[in-house]
Nanobody, 121 residues
């Protein structure tokens, strides 16, 4: 059974940092892109960051560029999201996803259950 399990969320003051982890299991994720998405209260889920398998190329939403860094450890099937200079508007449930090829975030991709990040002002 394929599982993506997020961890590392919590409550932090504005300006602080958190590091999210997503551990994938149940199959090989060779060739899979992995990404982070978030859903804030009352809003649609939105893209945050993604990383490819082969070259490790990264993509970020404009709202997090320069503050968040995505990375992955292919040997551990784990993807990370380092979040610095957090703002109250970063408050959301953060989800991890894995998708075949160079795209991630489609409904049929693998998704985790999410981890809550709350940033207080």
């Amino acid at each position: 059974q394929v599982q993506l399990v997020e961890s590392g969320g919590g409550l932090v003051q504005a300006g602080g940092s958190l590091r999210l982890s997503c551990a994938a299991s149940g199959r090989t994720f060779s060739g899979y892109a992995m990404g982070w998405f978030r859903r804030a209260p009352g809003k649609e889920r939105e893209f945050v960051a993604a990383i490819s398998w082969s070259l490790g190329s990264t993509h970020y939403a404009e709202s997090v560029k320069g503050r968040f860094t995505i990375s992955r450890d292919n040997a551990k099937n784990t993807v990370y999201l380092q979040m610095n200079s957090l703002k109250p508007e970063d408050t959301a449930v953060y989800y991890c996803a894995a998708g075949p090829g160079e795209r991630v975030g489609l409904p049929n991709d693998y998704w985790g259950m999410g981890t809550q990040v709350t940033v207080s002002s």
